[in-house]
């Protein structure tokens, strides 16, 4: 099976949870519909990426990157590349990049979906991101390479500055896939 077929089983597959998240879901498969290549970064104006937020199995704390381009504590994640066979495997190649831990357990179930302006990425455009959930293994430490971008634990409850909308919705949605209920 191929990135972009992947991509499509999964956003077929996938159960929105709401009618904003549905809207985002029909917009990727139509895009995969008329781009071949719309798993890749030469897609333009849009393509799809594939994000994972490491999130500790008890659900207490977020790993996150203080992605340096976009000046925010971000979830790890970015363009997939050829050498993808799957969205679960883009996911777990850059979360392992971007934190050094090993053994994450990726669920294949996408979280959200996020479609947002990339203005920093030469020529612009948009990625059409695929938000999945990474589970660390217990007491698991980040390891990042010199001049990578900063690493951190969040308490799942704690502050984040500065961050989006977006990713605090996807810490909310990665508590409630794993608690069961969000807290207040």
């Known amino acids: 099976m191929s990135l972009h077929t ?3 089983h999964t956003l ?9 998240q549905e809207a985002l879901r029909l917009r990727y498969l139509e895009h995969l519909a008329a781009a071949p290549d719309g798993m890749l970064r ?3 104006p849009d393509h799809l990426t594939v994000s994972a937020l490491v999130i500790t199995a008890d659900a207490e704390r977020v790993l ?4 340096a381009k976009a000046g925010l504590w971000l979830q790890t994640g970015g363009h997939c590349e050829p050498e993808d066979v799957d969205v679960v495997g883009a996911g ?3 979360a392992l990049e971007e934190t050094g831990i090993e053994g994450l357990r990726l669920d294949p179930v996408p979280l959200r979906l996020s479609h947002h302006a990339v203005p920093f990425c030469s020529p612009g455009g948009h990625h059409l991101d695929v938000q999945l959930l990474a ?3 217990v007491g698991a430490e980040p390891v990042v390479a010199e001049g990578e ?8 409850d ?3 500055e500065p961050t989006d909308a977006d990713t605090l919705a996807l810490i909310a949605a990665a508590r409630t896939r794993l608690r069961g209920t969000p807290r207040p």
């Open 12 to 20: 077929e597959a996938w159960t929105a949870p709401d009618g904003d």
């Open 92 to 94: 777990a190649r850059e």
């Open 42 to 44: 030469s897609c333009r």
């Open 64 to 67: 996150l990157v203080r992605h």
């Open 135 to 137: 589970v660390a293994p």
């Open 149 to 156: 971008d900063p690493v951190r634990w969040f308490g799942v």
């Open 158 to 160: 704690e502050t984040v």
């Open 6 to 8: 992947s991509a499509v």
